[in-house]
């Protein structure tokens, strides 16, 4: 069998030598065994194996857009550290599409691990990372907004209904509520709009979304240069401490 593998390899290497991904799990896939069969034998031959479906490493397109439905999922399937088992993802791929979800765990900053190719594993070294909490207050320290306040309002979108969005929370209805009311109250503006009667639900105002799309943008700015920074400091120090 292990002839048969590496001829299979040979036979399915790109022009500089390597095998993709694709290749490699259409090899698994034709002699009906484990992908780490395969990744084992390719290691063995020293023939790399590239173009990761889920961009782990080597180059691969992404997509400009993906449902938000995509990202809840990867929340669901990662741990605390946001890590997600390889072969979770691709499953996940079957569902939508491998650029949609490449894209999803690239932008959000999920991590893939125990390839079934056996490619890459899980670094073990101690890694570092730079944690900011961003919320907005007014000058008697009253909260105005922040990542609590953003995530209840749009699940009440989502949702169409206070009760359902604190269902979701953990909260109470009247807490719920009366978040929104002190957030409304703070702001000088109205964020919800509760419809009565059979047809009725609950809906976010202009305002309100305007209001969710500043904050995020401002901060995924904030953490873009704090990351930016924290590379240029403290890790550069970190390093130059161990050469």
Not at 154 to 164: D, F, N, V
């Amino acid at each position: 069998m292990k002839e048969k593998i590496k001829e299979l390899i040979e036979k399915y290497k790109n022009e500089e030598g390597k095998l993709t991904c694709a290749n490699a799990y259409k090899i698994a896939h034709k002699l009906k065994i484990e992908p780490k069969i395969v990744g084992k034998t390719a290691d063995d031959i020293n023939v790399r194996i590239t173009d990761c479906d889920l961009g782990q490493f080597g180059k691969k397109d992404l997509s400009k857009n993906y449902e938000k439905e995509i990202i809840e999922e990867l929340e669901n399937l990662a741990d605390e550290k946001r890590r997600i088992f390889c072969k979770d993802a691709r499953e996940l791929a079957k569902k939508y599409n491998l650029k949609k979800i490449r894209s999803a765990i690239k932008d959000n900053h999920f991590n893939v691990i125990y390839c079934e190719l056996g490619v890459f594993r899980e670094k073990k070294r101690p890694r570092a990372f730079i944690k900011t909490k961003i919320w907005i207050e007014n000058q008697k320290g009253e909260l105005l907004f922040g990542k609590g306040k953003t995530e209840i309002l749009e699940l009440i979108q989502k949702e169409g209904s206070i009760a359902k969005a604190a269902e979701k929370m953990g909260l109470n209805y009247k807490k719920a509520l009366k978040h929104i009311q002190i957030l409304q109250q703070n702001l000088d503006d109205e964020l919800v709009i509760v419809q009565k009667g059979v047809k009725g639900g609950t809906t976010l105002t202009p305002k309100a979304l305007e209001y969710i799309e500043v904050f995020k943008q401002l901060k995924m700015e904030i953490e873009e240069f704090a990351n930016k920074r924290f590379k240029e400091l403290y890790l550069s120090k970190l390093k130059g401490k161990r050469n």
